[in-house]
């Protein structure tokens, strides 16, 4: 049914049980699994405290290890179930999540993107945004969001 499948990861709840639903479904199709995580603008702006003493190239760099780690175990979830898996950090900033999700479903030909929503509702989705949201208007691709 589906040979290449793409799970966004974020180290939340909603993102890790959207991991154990694509690790499922590649494992029952035989498919390849890519897992990629996004390192964005709102969260570096978020965490950016100018008091702490943090320059934005040392908040970066640990995000990035902290992006590395998520994915190493990720993979390493997916290859004790048996399933191919690659793993992809994307760290050029600059673009939305949701657009980095997308396009790396493109160039890669995925044939699903698998990723959590939160489930926010008014304010907290306006405020905050929805890449889950972002992702499943523009895909190319069937989407199956998994709800926390």
Known sequence: MYSRII??????????????????IAKAS?????II??????SISLAANPYAGYYTG???????RGGEKLLDQAR?????AGVP?????????????EERIIEAAREWCADLIV???HGRRGVKRAMLGSSAEGVLRTSPVPVLLVRA
């Open 7 to 24: 799970v966004a990861v974020d180290s939340s709840h909603a993102s890790n049980r959207a991991l154990d639903e694509g690790v499922k």
């Open 30 to 34: 035989n498919a390849t699994l890519r």
């Open 37 to 42: 995580h996004v390192l964005d603008d709102l």
């Open 58 to 64: 040392e908040l970066i760099e640990t995000m990035r």
């Open 76 to 80: 390493a979830q997916a290859t004790a």
């Open 85 to 97: 898996v690659e793993t992809i950090l994307v760290d050029d900033l600059g673009l939305p999540v």
């Open 115 to 117: 990723m959590g929503t």
